[in-house]
């Protein structure tokens, strides 16, 4: 094949939505086989290719190869579709959380084809436009915050872009943070200090209960065994003569110590009389009987033990 050549029509520029059709044509006897290519991509076989409701994606570089027996020959052409602008978006900066009085700087991005002509701010609630370019700054304040956005325009059409938010938190935020973190770290080590003191006091305070629960004080027990049942248990006989009494003291409070004077220094007395079973047999060492004092005063305290 020779003279291999490729046509679009229609012929001149190709607007985004119509149909194009590509014709691929040679000189070659015998007759040739036509084949499509986009890039190294296979698309169709066939003298024409044609493309309907084209977009922006099928732009690109289109190949048609010309066969016969005696050999290829090959032939390109370029499809540039044009198209409104698309994907507009707005970023801002700088980023985060932005204080009343810095100057912020709105960017408007976009795809189009031709580039984009104008770009045209607008504040939202707003029919005038706040400024225009690209790029638009201005410094943030109470009346300038709002919702931002941008329109972006060519020959073939505009988008608008999404609103983004720009709200002044004042220039006392930063103190305004500070002294609330303050403030709570405050209250978090006042509150684990309280905790400490309650579970200190109220350990000490348990400890002076068991310390008064400790203190024993012994009484006098009269141990008189049963007149009316003259035969002994044999339980009872096996069973220690020793019998033990005691009593659980809390001690008075030291106001009624004092108060007491020269009382506390009294003698105090306690007596066991011990009755015991008739039981024969048993030795004097088994008819002695005991009782165990715990001195707890100042005072002395005595103990007589009758044998019966």
């Given at each position: 094949p020779k003279d291999v050549s490729v046509s679009i029509s229609p012929s001149g520029e190709i607007e985004e939505g119509s149909s194009v059709t590509l014709t691929c044509s040679s000189d070659a006897n015998p007759p040739v086989e036509y084949t499509w290519f986009k890039g190294a991509s296979f698309k169709s076989k066939g003298k024409t290719y044609t493309?309907?409701?084209?977009s922006s994606e099928d732009s690109g570089v289109y190949k048609c190869k010309s066969s016969n027996q005696h050999g290829d020959e090959y032939s390109e052409t370029t499809v540039n579709v044009l198209y409104s602008p698309k994907r507009v978006s707005v970023s801002i900066s700088p980023s985060g959380e932005i204080v009343e009085g810095s100057v912020v700087t709105l960017t408007c991005s976009s795809d189009a084809n031709p580039p984009v002509e104008t770009y045209t701010w607008y504040k939202v609630n707003e029919s005038s436009p706040v400024g225009s370019g690209q790029s638009y700054s201005f410094t943030l304040s109470s009346s300038s915050s709002g919702w931002f956005y941008?329109?972006?325009?060519?020959?073939?059409?505009?988008?608008?872009?999404?609103?983004?938010?720009?709200?002044?938190?004042?220039?006392?935020?930063?103190?305004?943070?500070?002294?609330?973190?303050?403030?709570?770290?405050?209250?978090?080590?006042?509150?684990?200090i309280g905790v400490l003191y309650m579970s200190r006091k109220r350990r000490g305070g348990s400890t002076e209960d068991t310390k008064s629960s400790q203190e024993n004080t012994y009484s006098a027990v009269n141990l008189s065994a049963a007149t009316n049942n003259p035969t002994p248990d044999p339980d009872l006989v096996n069973q220690s003569d020793v019998h033990y009494a005691s009593i659980q003291h809390h001690r008075e409070p030291r106001r009624a110590k004092r108060s007491l004077g020269n009382y506390a220094e009294e003698v105090q007395y306690a007596t066991v009389q011990h009755q015991r079973d008739q039981v024969v047999g048993k030795t004097q060492e088994d008819e002695d009987q005991y009782s165990n004092i715990r001195f707890n005063h100042t005072g002395a305290v005595y103990s007589l033990v009758k044998p019966m």
């Open positions: 493309v309907n409701q084209i941008c329109v972006a325009q060519n020959k073939y059409g505009s988008q608008s872009a999404a609103a983004v938010p720009l709200t002044s938190n004042g220039g006392r935020s930063v103190v305004l943070y500070v002294v609330l973190g303050v403030t709570v770290g405050c209250g978090c080590l006042l509150t684990i």
